[in-house]
């Protein structure tokens, strides 16, 4: 799965964001999704993941009430639907998929492909 990510920008903090997550190949639906974001100096973390048909969602405690991820699978698109944003939500977001037919954990390792990153700033 070949996946492009996009729609970050220059927000202010209490902003709405919404991020999507652009698929090639015939193995999008078959796939679990997942959103992780990098600040510099910082280590990748977990953000938010999705299950093949959309009925299993988890999130990380920070996104947990203000993020919401969704999925198309006709348009093979994932969106990460991010409000009241903060400054500490100031990061590259990267979306991946996962072929494994497990439900991934929040690991970066759970995931087989990845997309390039988006940058989210918030400004305070």
């Known amino acids: 799965v070949q996946l492009q990510a996009s729609g970050g920008g220059l927000v202010q903090a209490g902003d709405s964001l919404t991020l999507s997550c652009a698929a090639s190949g015939r193995s999008f639906s078959v796939a679990h999704l997942g959103w992780f974001r990098q600040a510099p100096g910082k280590e990748r973390e977990f953000v938010a993941s999705i299950s093949r048909t959309g009925g299993r969602r988890d999130y990380a405690d920070s996104a947990q009430g203000r993020f919401t991820f969704s999925r198309d699978n006709a348009k093979k698109t994932g969106f990460l639907q991010m409000n009241s944003l903060k400054s500490e939500d100031t990061a590259v977001y990267f979306c991946?998929?996962?072929?494994?037919?497990?439900?991934?954990?929040?690991?970066?390792?759970?995931?087989?492909?990845w997309g390039q990153g988006t940058q989210v700033t918030v400004s305070s």
């Open positions: 991946a998929a996962s072929r494994y037919s497990d439900y991934p954990r929040s690991l970066p390792q759970d995931y087989t492909d």
